[in-house]
């Protein structure tokens, strides 16, 4: 497939360009700097471009089979959440009329729900300083579930924690707004490995989804 990477130099955007690479995808690799994506193969292919610029979005994705976005807001202390809601919305547009099929989006875990009505946003212990970037991704998804007439999207947050990990192709996938049990941590590379499957699956459109580390199945105890 040929799919269009938006944000593919960051921490979780290399990770799904070198996945998508590995399973002999064709990835073009966008970010403003236009970087190459650390450790690239051939098949992954840099090219400057802003989310925010409808234009150039469009220019980028008129080919593409899938598009993927792994964007972040300011993280200059700023409320991201309008300024994110922006990119996306003017990414979006860029999308449709570029006439790409689908989207698959790295959402935010701040607002899975831990139980009917709470978020985990709203936990007392969770950090002040990933709030902000939490509820931006919150408002994302709600204006992404408000307007029906967008292009086809999915969602995908990570567990509360991600980092760069070891790919061990172990992971559970959740589908809706509640959190895994004991959804704890993902490598990026597992995360990954969930995120192109849904690039090539296109199964849950509309949809979100969220990502988290296997659980141990406890030992078998004999009688
Ligand atoms: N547990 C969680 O919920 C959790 C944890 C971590 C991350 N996340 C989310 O995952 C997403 C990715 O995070 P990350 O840590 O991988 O971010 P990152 O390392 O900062 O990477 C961001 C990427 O986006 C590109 N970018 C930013 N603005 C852009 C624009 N306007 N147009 C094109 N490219 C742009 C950057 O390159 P340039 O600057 O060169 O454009 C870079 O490639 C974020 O939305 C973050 O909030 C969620």
Do not use: C
């Not at 989006?105 to 729900?113: N, R, Y």
């Not at 991600?162 to 704890?184: C, K, M, N």
Request: net charge negative; no cysteine; charged share 20%.
């Amino acid at each position: 497939m040929d799919i269009v990477l938006f944000g593919a130099t960051g921490m979780i955007g290399s990770r799904i360009a070198a996945e998508a690479a590995a399973r002999g995808h064709n990835v073009t690799a966008v970010s403003r700097s236009g970087a190459q994506p650390d450790g690239q193969s051939a098949r992954v292919a840099p090219a400057v471009g802003d989310a925010g610029d409808p234009a150039r979005v469009a220019e980028l994705v008129k080919n593409a089979d899938v598009v993927a976005a792994a964007l972040v807001g300011p993280r200059d202390g700023t409320d991201p959440r309008g300024p994110l809601v922006r990119l996306y919305t003017d990414f979006l547009s860029g999308v449709r009329d570029g006439g790409a099929p689908r989207t698959v989006i790295v959402g935010g875990a701040g607002t899975l729900l831990v139980a009917p009505g709470t978020r985990l946003v709203d936990l007392p212990d969770f950090p002040d300083t990933y709030k902000p970037e939490a509820l931006a991704h919150g408002a994302v998804l709600d204006m992404l579930r408000a307007d029906p007439a967008l292009p086809t999207w999915t969602y995908i947050s990570p567990a509360p924690e991600i980092g760069p990990g070891t790919r061990t192709g172990e992971f559970r996938l959740g589908v809706g707004d509640d959190l895994l049990p004991d959804a704890g941590h993902i490598s990026a590379e597992d995360y990954a490995i969930a995120f192109v499957d849904e690039l090539e699956s296109g199964a849950h459109p509309r949809q979100r989804l969220s990502v988290a580390q296997s659980v141990a199945q406890p030992v078998a105890q004999k009688a």
